[in-house]
């Protein structure tokens, strides 16, 4: 962005400057951080006054702020040195609101002095939210260059915020936890069941798990626990999914591979007909959807007829969860080689969607990580449609590629992950030991959605 100012002899009473300002959740996160002001009544994600509304108002010192923007870039801009203010604050502006800033020339004096009215308005209807004057010294040497600042992210989840404030109002999803016998496991289904996302039924060891609430100080009043070895616990889940007293499983502290061994049996285990597939369902700071990779945690090199059920399950996911399916089939590169079997495989996805083979969602590939994440790459490449650039699926070659990828959005880009197993007769949580509260909430939403989409 080009700044310049306008030095003390150029300025002339009347002469006026303004600037828009759409107020957003994440302003007021950052003016937080910045000034050190935690008010609840300022932040989005707080209902202080418990009138079942998160408060959203802008500090008045935030809007103060923009008439300083003003001054400092536009009139006089660069150089100006605030001497002395004064403002009332009328009424209070709310993230998602269109502000306008304007300041207007009143008078000048010696020594570079100039005196401005300032005021800010909301859009829509014109209300004023703050007036005022200002004392400014105007620059007395012009300046002009070109200014770039460094990109600022919020590291916050409003998506799985948003799937969490989709899930409360369904009925609570009966799920089996399976051996939740460590604190973080327990824990995260205690904490799910308390908001009624999941009505938790607990199988594992009575003892350990009573020493695991012991730990959180949890109380298991009213939390049933049906005892059962390690390696029967999973078999029971399958036992009461069969009986319909549960309608979920979650992972607790045991191998994902000791959960998923009896659903796998053809006969007491919770087949379909499809292959069992993992999703993560991502949320990215900054990213402007969530995003699934998968499969990151179950085929390790799934065959083109495996990668048919990865595509499809989470197009079936997706549309669950209100998403429209882009489905970006990863390579190395985004045209087909013969020598890269994922190429191969990918131009094969695509073309069975075309086909109707695989239903629901829009799939492409071969594309590379960035032109599928990426508008600006993908127009480089030439590459056009609705999935290049805007994948919100993304179908990794393998199981080492997913994990690694699903393992830098996490820990490098501060991404909170839902695990889900597909294919199965019903949702199967999937969490890892080190998985935040976040991710063990997001996961149990994202599992009732699926299951009362699936049952409308």
Do not use: W
């Amino acid at each position: 962005m080009q700044i310049k100012n306008r030095v003390f002899d150029e300025i002339a009473p009347g002469d006026t400057a303004s600037m828009r300002r759409l107020l957003t959740a994440d302003d007021l996160f950052v003016y937080a951080a910045a000034s050190g002001n935690y008010n609840p009544a300022h932040l989005p994600s707080e209902d202080m006054d418990g009138d079942g509304v998160k408060e959203r108002a802008a500090p008045g010192m935030f809007v103060a702020a923009l008439i300083s923007g003003l001054l400092g870039t536009q009139l006089p801009g660069p150089g100006t040195r605030l001497k002395h203010q004064n403002f009332e604050h009328h009424a209070r502006a709310y993230a998602g609101e269109e502000l306008l800033a304007v300041v207007r020339v009143l008078s000048k004096a010696a020594g570079a002095r100039v005196r401005l009215a300032a005021e800010v308005t909301r859009v829509a209807d014109g209300a004023r939210i703050l007036t005022g004057e200002v004392e400014v010294e105007a620059p007395e040497l012009a300046y002009a260059a070109d200014v770039a600042l460094p990109g600022l992210t919020v590291q916050r989840h409003r998506h799985f915020e948003a799937l969490l404030e989709r899930a409360r109002p369904l009925p609570a999803l009966p799920t089996a936890v399976v051996c939740p016998e460590d604190a973080k496991s327990l824990q995260g289904a205690l904490l799910a069941g308390r908001e009624s996302l999941i009505a938790p039924l607990l199988l594992g060891d009575p003892g350990r798990i009573a020493a695991a609430a012991a730990e959180i100080g949890a109380d298991l009043a009213g939390v049933e626990v049906l005892p059962a070895a390690p390696h029967e616990a999973a078999a029971l889940a399958c036992a009461l999914v069969h009986e319909g007293r549960v309608q979920a499983v979650m992972k607790g502290q045991l191998h994902t591979d000791d959960l998923l061994r009896p659903m796998l049996e053809k006969d007491k285990g919770l087949r379909i007909g499809r292959r069992f597939t993992h999703v993560f369902v991502l949320d990215v700071p900054g990213l402007d959807h969530p995003l699934m990779v998968t499969d990151a945690a179950i085929n390790i090199a799934p065959d083109l007829l495996t990668k048919v059920d990865i595509v499809q399950n989470a197009i079936d996911l997706a549309i669950s969860l209100g998403l429209p399916p882009r489905v970006g089939v990863l390579s190395a590169v985004e045209t087909v080689n013969p020598a890269i079997q994922s190429s191969i495989d990918a131009a094969l996805l695509s073309k069975m969607a075309e086909r109707g083979q695989i239903r629901g969602g829009e799939v492409e590939g071969p594309l590379a990580m960035d032109n599928a994440v990426d508008l600006a790459a993908a127009r480089t490449k030439g590459l056009k449609g609705d999935v290049a650039g805007r994948a919100n699926i993304l179908v990794v070659p393998g199981l080492d590629a997913g994990n690694m990828l699903a393992k830098q959005l996490a820990f490098l880009s501060h991404a909170e992950g839902a695990g889900l197993v597909l294919g199965a007769k019903v949702p199967v949580i999937l969490n890892s030991r080190s998985d935040s509260a976040m991710s063990r909430l997001a996961s149990c939403a994202v599992a009732a959605l699926h299951h009362f989409a699936g049952a409308r």
